[in-house]
């Protein structure tokens, strides 16, 4: 017959196992029961959740909407319903902080009543990757774009002009203007060419290049005078600012960064982008860095053309230049995306890399391309041959010489008058070899914080990390183990849920001015398990720094003393007692009988000693064992 199945038992198992995060409310939205997923994604325990309205998971700006969105649900005839319809929604951990997911809500007709099941799955992670690769994607589109403007350009108001509208339309930038120095006595900025919301802006603002001059503090100020990218990234409260704050504030500009546009050595102007929020990360800003570059290149050939028709050869080459960039910038996107490709091995990733290569060169049908690396090996083009028409560079990792990256023609190419190897190309190599060692650098640094979070899981230590303000943001497995703390109950408190009351204030007072100081502590601690008990541990306290200097989180490490020093009391213990008797033995007999007759001599008392005799002690312990010998045979 059938084994009968707990359809309860079943149900609770399946909500323990299910990845998703599943909140159970009752008719007045109040939490009514959650798993284990839920409490790791609110990061707060069931004990405090349950009873509580849903309002507290919620962000406080869209609860009301939450609410009023159940009801509905809740008065309709609708089962099952998913709540992709609303977008997007926001939940709130126990902390405040707010995340991403996606999800389904059902009713469920129990014995108690209707109950609405909410199944969560967060995506805050995935939404914020996606982000930032639409943020790349779009801002390379654009440079690629802005490339093919360059090298179609006839006209250089037209093309700043279009340089704007592309960084506005396809780039994704909320307005984007052009400016050249004028060296006169103002040292003003002169818009050329704008596009985007708030085309006024330019109107009620005035820009200069002067060091000492307030309109001249800002970001396009400072790219004139250091020929390098500026950043406000926060025009809200950056002082050097305040000076066009209201007017960008107005139209929503919240981050701005200027671009030099140089010609030789003299700063030309710069190309200026605003966005809604700083998204000037180091690749994004190495891209747009590269767009300004590529400007300055074509107003210069533009001006070239213009000035001297008979450098019209001398413009050929440098658009057969700029097509090599674009080339060296596919190759260069290429190695970026393959760096980030996690589900690919280096070899892979060095494979795609070599067959990449070729076409980055300007004769790329009679050219094949090389990488080798010493413990991985060999990766190479199909029709790679050994050439003298060769070009190498080395790659280097920690400063040591580690392989090479080649590219060869394997014939001579059909324009002998011109130069075999561009010095461009020169540069494209270098470049290669560079990432690929980042792309060793990187793979080795992901395997090492692999290697170092399983150590902190494994250690027999207890381990703990805290932020500056002592609040809990890790623990490992032996933490768990020996306070009896889950990591629920433990990342978000404080270390005090442990104290023992054995020590003064004093005690850990000197702690935390030892830690704040920037030194490491030591101490043997006394602390209290979640059961209550007492246990010992040698506690060593390690002050954490970001790359700035800040001090941000300590690093605490302890090793249990318990049973050390339980072992070293008992040997104590022993060494002045007979283990059978439980009695002084006669070395400690003799040292108390010495520091009493001492006492007694020293105050003029008298003091008698009575000796006892046991007979036959030995043959009684000897035949009946101690256990006898332990028990009164007298009153």
Known sequence: MAEKIDDVHLARQLLELMPDAFVLIDEDQRIVQVNPQAEAIFQDTAGNMLGQPLDVILPREVAGQHHRYVQRFLESSEQVKMLADRGVLFGRRKNGERFSFLGTIAKLQLPEGIRLAIIMREVTEYLQSEQRRKYLERASYCLSQSLSAVIQARDETELLQEICRIAVEIGGYLFAWIGFAREDAEKWVQPVASFGQGNDYLHNVFVSWAENDPSGRGPVGRAVRSGKPQF?????????????????????????????????????????????????????????????????????????????????????????????????????????????????????????????????????????????????????????????????????????????????????????????????????????????????????????????????????????????????????????????????????????????????????????????????????????????????????????????????????????????????????????????????????????????IAESSSQDRPLAIAALGVDNFKAVNDLLGRSVSRTPTCP
């Open 232 to 596: 406000s990234r926060n025009t809200a409260q950056d002082r050097d600012f305040a000076f066009w704050r209201d007017q960008a504030l107005q139209r929503g500009f919240h981050s701005v960064a200027a671009f030099p546009l140089t010609i030789g050595t003299q700063v030309l102007g710069t190309l200026t982008f605003y966005n809604q929020d700083d998204s000037f990360d180091r690749e994004e800003v190495q891209l747009l860095t590269t767009l300004a570059d590529n400007l300055s290149f074509g107003v210069q050939a533009l001006r070239t053309q213009k000035e001297r028709d008979e450098k019209a050869s001398l413009l050929q080459q440098n658009t057969d230049l700029l097509r090599e960039r674009i080339k060296e910038l596919n190759l260069l996107y290429t190695i970026s995306r393959l760096k980030n490709r996690e589900d690919l091995s280096v070899p892979e990733r060095l494979t795609q890399i070599a067959a990449a290569m070729p076409q980055a060169w300007q004769y790329p049908d009679i050219a094949q391309a090389r990488i080798v690396i010493q413990g991985y090996g060999e990766f190479q083009t199909p029709g790679f041959v050994q050439s003298s028409l060769s070009l190498t560079h080395p790659v280097f990792f920690n400063d040591q010489t580690m392989g090479s990256v080649e590219v060869v023609y394997t014939q001579t190419p059909p324009n002998n008058s011109r130069q075999v190897f561009l010095p461009e190309e020169e540069k494209t190599i270098e470049s290669v070899a560079f990432h690929v060692g980042d792309i060793i650098r990187y793979v080795q640094m992901i395997t090492e914080q692999q290697k170092l979070s399983r150590a902190l899981e494994q250690t027999a230590d207890t381990v703990v990390i805290t932020d500056r303000d002592g609040v809990i943001e890790y623990i490992n497995p032996s933490f768990e183990a020996k306070t009896g703390y889950s990591r629920e109950e433990a990342v978000g408190n404080k270390p005090n849920l442990l104290k023992s009351d054995e020590h003064p204030p004093e005690f850990y007072h000197t702690m935390w001015e030892t830690i704040l100081n920037g030194d490491v502590y030591r101490d043997t601690v006394i602390n209290r398990a979640k059961d209550g008990s007492l246990y010992y541990e040698y506690k060593t306290i390690t002050p954490l720094y970001d790359q700035a200097g800040n001090l941000t989180h300590f690093l605490a490490t302890g090793k249990d003393l318990t049973e050390q020093l339980q072992t070293e009391s008992r040997l104590q213990y022993l060494l002045t007692h007979d283990p059978v008797t439980g009695l002084m033995n006669h070395k400690e007999f003799l040292r108390k009988l010495n520091s009493i």
